[in-house]
Structure formats: structure tokens, C-alpha cells
């Protein structure tokens, strides 16, 4: 026999009732007195449970003095049992502890395993949502097929709407005059910041200025939007385009009237005259980030979370045409000619399409999500910026090349052209700037610089202000001084 904790010949031998394991009497005494269960199977135990066990008679020598080498032998001996015992307790922990890392183990794997099934699946329909979108109510004119079941190209009343505008417009642009009363470099140079108006009571994220400079559009992050007037310096209208953030606004030139159109988070792009809503139309399965008016104005481009940009025809309220492309796109804008469209995605791409066609007519590489794009008045040059970025790089559209890389020195929000294509202003955190591009000497000069920390930036009228909007529904315009 051998005792189950020391593995020893037990000199008392005893076997436990609960168990039937034998045991050195004094050794499970102990246990039994520390615990009160048994070492072997963890039952509940007392002494009372304990069967001793009849073994040969030995006759054991009378205790000696400490003093003698058989004391000693019995003191080593007693350390002995306590070491016997104590590795016996560590035994039984670790091989606790390994089976509950091993359920642990193979409860990790099998959450992994899920989690990766889930996001296959959400993939999946991310993808499938990119290709349907259930509950499209505007249809593609022409031939009545949904626009997300295929790409098309326009049809053939807006190709030459495309066509006409192009023309008019890329025939006379390089001759164009500089408009009288448009402002100096000295009139920039002489810009005062204006103290804040407060224009609306949320934290608004988009912004829209008429060409007047009479009115402004914001929009909210929980949907609502206000009109602003500068004259009166207040706010006159609100309104509301339901759940999900105003991503875009862009405003319909109209005589008399506060048109404007709205790209929602929710995938909608929502058509106002004033705080009437006119017209709604479902253009991405997911969020629609971006929005911009055609030369003619009589169509919008929206790019959404779907990987898809659409043409809307605003008098025959129909999603006209659509292209999806390999990566979502955050933010679009059509050519001043009307003839091309520049979308960017969040790996950095920028594409220009064909607008009649759809098709691929030049690509452009950042090294981030693009976050802006903006084209010149001279119909050559493209700028955008990256999230993050302090630099505006300068595209030229016949090299489909940078030519020019602006730093402002700021991380850079928003961008704009001056209708002229000299000027170019940019916002952000840490201020605004504006660059001057001189034709003659062909070099870039750096000649505003405020502290008004904002989101988003426009020109005023005739390029004499400039419009930001800052943080909590804040408006700052810097302008010359009376």
C-alpha cells in the first residue's frame, strides 16, 4: 500500500470512506483539520470517515532525545511529510488551473471563429448592399431599370445637355476677364476677423454660401439645418432633412428663392426651398457623403458609403445614371466645364470620370483618405487634401500629375477656389490661409493668415469675405473693414 499523498508505505495506514483511497494517518489528519475535505476528489470529510486498516505489527523504538541522530532522522522525516503534502496541494492546482485553461482556450477559439464568421457575413452584405440597395423609389430614366442593379451611362437628353454646356463653357474660359470690382491682393491682405454670430444651436458640420453672399446653409449633425442671413445677422429659417447627419449642401441658383440640396448620412439627398422640402430620393445603400451641382444646374453627383457615385437630372427627378467603382468614396465635384468627375475614395485614390460616359478618364494617388476635392476656374488645375494633411497638392488634368504642393502649415479641413483661380483658401483646426497664384511670375505667395479655427470654408461675394464655420453652430467671416 502506498499512502495517495506522499506516496509513501504508511507506517498508519487508513482509507477514506468517500474515496477509498489509503492514506498515512497523521497526513490526512492534517489535511483534514486544514480543509476538512478529501485531497482526492474534493468531497466534504472528518475523521469519523476514516477506516483504519489493519497492517503487520512493527515495533517502533521509544522516542529518542532531539539530540540524537534518530531525532534528527524523525524532525526530517516530519519535514518531509509537510513537503510530501504541501507539493501534493500544488499538484492539484495546476492540473485545476490547466483545465480551466484549457475550457478557456477552446472557448477563445470558438469566439474567435464567430467573430470572423460575422464579419465574413457583414462583408458579404456590405458587398451586396453596394451592388442592391432595397427601397430605391427613383428610377433610371430611360428604360425604367433600377440604378443599383447597373451602371449606365446618361441618357441621351443629358449627354447633350453635357455636350452643350462643355462647349459653351471651355470655349470662352481661358479669355475670361477677371470681374470688375473682384478683390486684390491688397483687399485679401486687409481681411479682419469678425467676432462670432452664433447661427444655430447644434454642432453643425456642413456649409453652403450663396454666390449673392447673402445667405448661408448649416447643417447638423442630428439632421437639422439652419438658413442664415448676413444682412440681418440672424438666423431666418430652419429645417430638417430626418435622422443621420448632413454630410454636403450645395445651393440651386434661383431667382428669389433659398434652394438648396442636402447629402444625408442615411443615404438620402433631399432637395429645400427654404424650409420646404421639394423633392427626396434614396441615392446610396449606406451613407451619402458628398454632393455637387453640374455647371448646368440642373444636375447633382452624390458619392456614397456604397462605392457608387449618381447623377440626379433635378427637372426629371430621377437618378440618371450610376458608376461603382472598388473602395467607398467620400467626396466628389464636377468640373467647371461640366464634362468630367473627380471622386475620392478612402484609400487615397482620386478618379475622374467621363460624365456622359461613365468611363475612366484619369486616376490620381494619395497616400491617405482624400478628404477634399476642389477644381480650379482655369479647368486645368485640381486641388485636394488627405485627412490630416497640412499640404494642398495641385493636380494638373493634361499631365495627370502634381504641379504644385501648397503646405499652409495647418491640418487642413476644407479648401476652396476663388472664381478667378488665383486665390485658395484653407481651413482648419489651427486657422485659416490663403494662397495667391501670381500668372506672371507663376509663383505661389502665402498672403492672409487668421487664428479662427474651422470646419469648413467659402468665399463671399466677388471674393471680398470669406465665410467659416467653426465649432457649436459659430459662423466667422473675415472681410475688408468699413
Known sequence: MQCAISGQAPIEPVASTKSGHVFEKR?????IADHGKDPTNGEDISTSDLVELKNPRQVHPRPPSITSIPALLSVFQNEWDAISLENFQYKQNI???RQELSTALYRFEGSVRTVAKLKKERDDLQNTLSKLSVGEHKQVAGDGVSSQLKASPLPPNLVSKVSEVHKKLSSTRRKRPTPEGWATVNDIRNFVGLDPAKASSNDDCALAVDK?????????????GVIYDFAHHQMVRSFSAGEGAIKDIVTLESKGDMKFAVAVATGFVKIFNGDTELDSYFAHAGSANSISLHASEEMLATVGADKSFAIYSIPEQVVAS?????????CCEFHPDGHLLATGDVNGKITVFDVASGELAATFANEAPVKQICFSENGIWMASITRGSKVVTIWDLRKTESVHQLDFGIKLESIQWDYTGSYLAGVGVQG???KHWDKSSKQWSEILRKKPQGRVIRWGKDARGLVILLKDGYLAVAKLPK
Open 95 to 97: 492540473e485545476k488551473l
Open 322 to 330: 450610376r458608376v461603382y467603382t472598388d473602395a467607398e468614396l467620400l
Open 27 to 31: 497526513l490526512i489528519e492534517a489535511y
Open 432 to 434: 485659416l490661409a490663403v
Open 212 to 224: 449673392q453672399g447673402n445667405w448661408a446653409i448649416l447643417g447638423a449633425v442630428d439632421g437639422s
